[in-house]
Structure formats: structure tokens, C-alpha cells
């Protein structure tokens, strides 16, 4: 209703807007990612399924679920009218003009399930804080949110993925269940983890609000549940929904006996603790830390030298090494870790329902939370819990603050990923715009509430600026550069780090503290 009122023409207009940024964007730099999808074009098009998961002529092998097989197989069929030397599985590393132009279109107009998806979490967004201004509405600060986000328009169309789509297939899966078409919502959510399994991060949120909303169909009058609205009924169909969704994706691998080879390339954990760069979590800062504790050591002479491997002394950019002196992780460590993490939010969305809102709480909360101790984790993950936060940033003061830490800090720690000195401009911009954007709509939209930041927190977020100058600036003209490489990322990690923990602290705090109101215990 909100939205009808304000008129549609705004949502176009970002939308459009956007979308003809991202053209602009074509000819940027792409990564190694360019090629990933280049080859699994080839491999799905030109092989037999039973060879997609043990086709192994690139390095980058087939290791997304069979939905997103089944998407690459289908926009093959597409490419070859723009240039069939794509499709070849030996024309490594191949990037005609034609296939730069039809992998970066691909992305742009499969973002059209993106931009519907945002318009469906618009319509959700309570309608209290309508301003007669248009500029001011809780709905068009949203839409900017997400449709201009800048991790987002980085990663996708310069970096080069299709997180575009797939979070589109998520927020799509969101706002369902915000409307209450809970089976709608869980079919969606059931086939993006069959396109990308990362998404198995928010599993237990999803799991726990649709056990407690729609498996259960009413509660006490103190907010207790109702053991005897349990429903068989409702408890079938989604099973039914997961087992279906299920058989189509992994039944044909079933049927040829090769599970546990598409299993075995789903889940490599042969790839180390860490990405060759640190995603900004706990694991960065128990990585600094032990590398100050071996320099310590060897200063002191606690250490011996030549017993250190080299390439734990190298700032722990590599795929796997052993730690000097904390306690090596184990992919189970990590496991553990990530279970004791997600297991408070998942409690407060049993034992404290808040609706909806709680749902989102959760969800982002299992997503930080894998973020902060999962294994072999990729920053890209971090957007997972800031496109999510961006629809609780809008409806409360707390969570705005939260949001601003969070969407700043993580985003600038994808600045690594784009270091070519033609984006550095370009990423810059891009930034400040939405960073800019995002602190004074959302001041504007509490404004007659207490500042969404500390002088603490603001300090902090200061400081990425003088950070930033000194890894693009001032240390490529040092010595240092050819020394130490690595010095820019892992500073760049660790800061970063601090920051998205206090975010996921904050969060945790504020959901586990916070009361539940007469009228939430009666919903």
C-alpha cells in the first residue's frame, strides 16, 4: 500500500538506473571467476551428464550444486549463437569479445529475479514511518539499499559472479514467508540450496521459524507454544517440498552412482582454514595472532627458526599451512565452533518469537556467525548477512547502527578483490556513494531517535580511510612491497575483522537482551 501510494515510478527508475550502471561496468576487469563459468559452459554443454563432476581438464571444476549445472547447461544454449569457441572444454582461459559480452549480459539480465525479489521485500516493510516525502519512505531507502548495494554491483559485474540471481531466489524465499505463504517460501529456499550450497548457512533459521509458525499452528497466551497445534499435515508438506526438490536435483546422480563423487566436489575440505585472502573473521585474527606470537617467539628466542616452515611465515596467504604456535584448525574445529555460534539465535527464535523480524534476526545471525567460524570461508560470504540486515536497518534505530558497521566494514574488505589500478577510481566511487547514501537516509529516517553510532564506532570507521591510503598509496612506493606483499591484505583482513565481530557481538547482544511484547507472545 505504501508503495501504491508513493507511486511505482520510483522502483523503475532504480532499477533501470542500475541496471544501465552495470552495462557501463562491462568492459571493467573480471577475475579468475570469469573463466570458472566460462568452463562450465563448456563442460555442460559439450559433455554427457555423467561426466559434468569428473570433467577435470581446467582447475576449475564443476563444484556448484546440479541446479546451477542445470542454469550453466541452459545459458549454453544461448552462448553458442554468440560465440561456440566458448563452449569448447579445451579453449582454457578463452575470453572473446563476444564471451565477455554474453557472460557479463548473463549476469545483468538474470538480476531481473533480483530486482523483482526487492520490489516483494518492499511491499513488507511496515508502512509507520511513511514520509510525505518520497526520498524518506522506509520502501525507497530499502530499495536503494539493495538494488545499489555496493558489495553487490562489485562482485557480480566487476569481479564477476551470479550472486545476483541467488540472493534474489533468497530475499524472493524472505519476503514469502513474511507474507505467510510459508510453502511458496520453502520451495524457493529448498531450490537455491540446490543452485548453491553456501546457503545451507541460514538452513537453521529457515528450519526453526517454519517448525514454529507453520508446524505449529498456535501459542499459549504467555508466547508458550501450543504443543497440540502441532499438524501432521503442514509438517508432510514440507517434507514432501524437500524430498521433491531434492530428487530433481541430485536423482539423475542417484540413478548413475555418482553421489559421492557431486558430494565430494560440493565440499572440498582439502582447501585449508583459510582462503589465499583472509575473509575478515575470527580465523584472521587467530592467523595475526600467531604470527605476532612466532615473531614474539623468535625475538625472544623461544622459537628456533629453522624448525618454522616457511610458508607460515609468509602472512598465511596460501591454502594450507600449520600454525606456529596457537593450536592448528581442524574442519571439524570449525564445525563446533560454528554450531556453538548459531545455537543462541536459533534458541531466541524458538523460545522468543518476534515474527517475522526475529526470522531475519536469526537468519543473519547463522550467516555472520558461519562467516565468523566456518571453514575456508570467502569474504564475498559476508554479503549473506548484509543484504538481509538491510530490511531490519530500516524499521529500527538498533539495527541501522548495526547495519552501517556491518555494511561498511564489510564491504570495504572487498576492496582486495578488485585491485587493478584502472577499478581503483571506480570502486572508490562507488563506495563513498553508498556509503555516503546509506548514513545519511538512515540518520534522516531516525532522526528523532539517539545516533545510530557511538563516537567509538564512529572513530573506528574513520580510520578505513587512512587504512585505505596507506595500502593504495603510500606502501607500493616503500620498500616493503617487494618484502612483504602480503602486509596490505592482511591489514585490510584483520581491521576488518574487528569490525564485523563487534557488528555480529552487537547483534547478539541486542536479539538475546531484547523483551517480547504482549502483542508478539499472542502472534
Known amino acids: 500500500r505504501a508503495m501504491a501510494a508513493g507511486g511505482r515510478g520510483w522502483f523503475r527508475a532504480l532499477a533501470l538506473g542500475v541496471s544501465f550502471l552495470k552495462c557501463l561496468l562491462i568492459p571493467a576487469y573480471y577475475s579468475t571467476d570469469f573463466e570458472v563459468h566460462r568452463n562450465w559452459l563448456a563442460i555442460t554443454h559439450s559433455l554427457p551428464l555423467s561426466q559434468w563432476y569428473y570433467e577435470a581438464t581446467s582447475e576449475w571444476t564443476l563444484d556448484y550444486p546440479p541446479f546451477f549445472a542445470w542454469f550453466e547447461y541452459a545459458l549454453s544454449h544461448i552462448a553458442?549463437?554468440?560465440?561456440?569457441?566458448?563452449?569448447v572444454v579445451e579453449n582454457l582461459n578463452y575470453a572473446s569479445r563476444a564471451t565477455i559480452f554474453f557472460q557479463r549480459l548473463s549476469v545483468i539480465l538474470t538480476d531481473t529475479l533480483?530486482?523483482?525479489?526487492?520490489?516483494?521485500?518492499?511491499?513488507?516493510?511496515?508502512?509507520?514511518?511513511?514520509?510525505?516525502?518520497?526520498?524518506?519512505?522506509?520502501?525507497?531507502?530499502?530499495?536503494?539499499?539493495l538494488l545499489w548495494n555496493f558489495g553487490l554491483l562489485i562482485v557480480d559485474h566487476i569481479h564477476f559472479q551470479y550472486n545476483g540471481f541467488l540472493f534474489g531466489l533468497m530475499l524472493l524465499s524472505v519476503a514469502r514467508l513474511c507474507q505467510k505463504r510459508y510453502l511458496e517460501g520453502a520451495l524457493l529456499f529448498a531450490?537455491?540450496?540446490?543452485?548453491?550450497?553456501?546457503?545451507?548457512?541460514?538452513?537453521?533459521?529457515?528450519?526453526?521459524?517454519?517448525?514454529?509458525?507453520?508446524?505449529?499452528?498456535?501459542?499459549?497466551?504467555?508466547?508458550?507454544?501450543k504443543w497440540r497445534s502441532f499438524s501432521f499435515l503442514h509438517v508432510t508438506l514440507l517434507g514432501l517440498i524437500v524430498c521433491l526438490v531434492s530428487a530433481l536435483s541430485l536423482g539423475p546422480f542417484l540413478v548413475l552412482g555418482q553421489l559421492p563423487q557431486v558430494i565430494s566436489r560440493l565440499f572440498p575440505f582439502k582447501r585449508g582454514l583459510c582462503h589465499a585472502y583472509w575473509a575478515p573473521n575470527f580465523w584472521a585474527l587467530y592467523n595475526a595472532m600467531d604470527k605476532a606470537l612466532t615473531i614474539l617467539g623468535l625475538k625472544c628466542?623461544?622459537?628456533?627458526?629453522?624448525?618454522?616452515?616457511?610458508?607460515?611465515?609468509?602472512?598465511?596467504?596460501?591454502?594450507?599451512?600449520?600454525?606456529?604456535?596457537?593450536?592448528?584448525?581442524?574442519?571439524?574445529?570449525?564445525?563446533?565452533?560454528?554450531?556453538?555460534?548459531?545455537?543462541?539465535?536459533v534458541f531466541c527464535l524458538w523460545f522468543k518469537p518476534q515474527g517475522p523480524r526475529g526470522f531475519l534476526q536469526c537468519l543473519v545471525l547463522c550467516a555472520l556467525s558461519s562467516f565468523m567460524f566456518g571453514w575456508?570461508?570467502?569474504?564475498?560470504?559476508?554479503?549473506?548477512?548484509?543484504?538481509?540486515?538491510?530490511?531490519l536497518s530500516v524499521q529500527r534505530a538498533k539495527d541501522a547502527g548495526i547495519y552501517l558497521i556491518l555494511a561498511t566494514t564489510g564491504h570495504f574488505s572487498?576492496?582486495?578483490?578488485?585491485?587493478?589500478?584502472?577499478?581503483?577510481?571506480?570502486?572508490?566511487?562507488?563506495?563513498?556513494?553508498?556509503?555516503?547514501?546509506?548514513?545519511?537516509?538512515?540518520?534522516?529516517?531516525?532522526?528523532?531517535?539517539?545516533?545510530?553510532?557511538n563516537w567509538l564506532e564512529t572513530i573506528y570507521l574513520i580510520q578505513l580511510v587512512p587504512l585505505e591510503i596507506f595500502c593504495e598509496i603510500i606502501f607500493p612506493l616503500t620498500p616493503w612491497k617487494?618484502?612483504?606483499?602480503?602486509?596490505?591484505?592482511?591489514?585490510?583482513?584483520?581491521?576488518?575483522?574487528?569490525?564485523?565481530?563487534?557488528?555480529?557481538?552487537?547483534?547478539?547482544?541486542?536479539?538475546?537482551?531484547?523483551?517480547?511484547?504482549?502483542?508478539?507472545?499472542?502472534?
Request: glycine share 4%.
Open 482 to 523: 617487494r618484502h612483504f606483499p602480503f602486509v596490505p591484505l592482511l591489514l585490510t583482513s584483520v581491521y576488518c575483522a574487528l569490525g564485523i565481530t563487534y557488528a555480529w557481538l552487537k547483534l547478539y547482544i541486542s536479539v538475546l537482551t531484547e523483551r517480547t511484547s504482549v502483542r508478539q507472545k499472542a502472534e
Open 376 to 391: 575456508h570461508v570467502h569474504e564475498k560470504a559476508v554479503l549473506l548477512a548484509i543484504l538481509p540486515l538491510s530490511l
Open 191 to 225: 531450490v537455491l540450496l540446490h543452485f548453491k550450497h553456501i546457503y545451507i548457512y541460514v538452513a537453521p533459521a529457515y528450519g526453526i521459524y517454519l517448525l514454529r509458525s507453520y508446524c505449529f499452528t498456535a501459542n499459549n497466551a504467555d508466547g508458550s507454544l
Open 80 to 87: 553458442k549463437y554468440f560465440d561456440p569457441q566458448m563452449l
Open 414 to 453: 572487498l576492496f582486495p578483490l578488485l585491485f587493478t589500478p584502472p577499478e581503483l577510481p571506480i570502486k572508490i566511487l562507488l563506495m563513498l556513494l553508498f556509503t555516503v547514501y546509506s548514513f545519511s537516509s538512515l540518520k534522516s529516517l531516525f532522526r528523532r531517535e539517539k545516533p545510530l553510532l
Open 301 to 345: 628466542n623461544f622459537l628456533d627458526g629453522t624448525e618454522i616452515p616457511k610458508a607460515s611465515m609468509t602472512g598465511g596467504l596460501v591454502q594450507e599451512f600449520q600454525h606456529t604456535v596457537l593450536p592448528s584448525v581442524t574442519p571439524l574445529a570449525t564445525l563446533i565452533c560454528t554450531f556453538i555460534a548459531i545455537l543462541p539465535s
Open 114 to 145: 533480483f530486482i523483482y525479489a526487492v520490489h516483494e521485500c518492499c511491499r513488507c516493510i511496515n508502512g509507520k514511518r511513511a514520509a510525505k516525502d518520497i526520498l524518506e519512505k522506509p520502501t525507497f531507502i530499502l530499495a536503494v539499499l
